[in-house]
């Protein structure tokens, strides 16, 4: 069964997607908190804390759910007033007509955002099977998370764009030139290729885990044998690239071009691992 991806939400900042794993680190690591948002879809979010489907450390305050759940309508509710343009230090006229079909408004909004949750929760196999593939993926997310960085996520996206910079974790290579590049083997993992030149790049054995590559240009490119888990590759361009032997479990692969790319043995992002002659699909 392939694992959800997460978006995660906080001052209006957008971010992801991740596999559970990650997130449960970034948890433990104190780089977000309960209080951010979380969606399967970008569409519909609750508070991290409320979703069920992460371990928050102690330190997060938990309030009753009574509580808590009018403390969330309210916020959603200052929100939606900030967003029309209201002031909160300015006083608002008050309508209770108004008031009461606005927090039955919100009340429906996160009954929503729970049936969704709730949905994902139902998609989850057996007791014995669930803690099993539970134990698998933090074996996996310590294997995939060992040697990074102290702060991975700052340095995917906080980074300033360096055109210059030799490969590495976290560079930032947006928009950048880099055709023809020699890149086998390169340690590519959290980087930063969106809307980069990469035509005919020689990307075999690459490490590009977890990399954002929204709208690269990779024509042609050698990704032969490439580790791929999580990359964003939204809107890229792959048309003729050997992807053969290449891990892309868990990648985002949205409007991507794939005219004539080879797939021979490459774990495509639902787990399956295409078949010889795969050309433009995983067969």
Known sequence: ???????????????????????????????????????????????????????????????????????????????????????????????????????????????????????????????LIGPLALLALAVVGVAVWWGQSEQPIQAALNQAVNCAAPAAEGVNWNACDKRGAALAGARLRNARLDRARLEDARLAGAVMEYASAVGANLRNADLRGAKLTAVDLSGADLSGADLSGANLRYAVIKDTLLAGTRMDHVVWSDGRTCAVGSVGECL
Not at 14 to 26: C, R
């Open 1 to 127: 069964m392939a694992q959800s991806l997460w978006y995660l939400r906080h001052e209006d900042k957008i971010v992801g997607p991740y596999p559970p794993p990650q997130v449960e680190e970034l948890l433990r690591a104190g780089e977000i908190s309960g209080d951010w948002e979380v969606s399967l879809d970008e569409q519909n979010w609750m508070p991290l804390a409320e979703s069920g489907q992460f371990a928050i450390p102690e330190a997060t305050g938990r309030e009753e759910p009574a509580a808590r759940q009018m403390a969330w309508i309210e916020e959603r509710q200052r929100a939606r007033e900030r967003w029309r343009g209201e002031s909160e230090d300015e006083p608002v006229p008050r309508d209770a007509e108004i008031d009461e079909s606005r927090r039955q408004a919100l009340g429906l909004d996160q009954q929503h955002t729970e049936r969704l949750v709730s949905a994902e929760r139902a998609r989850r196999p057996s007791w």
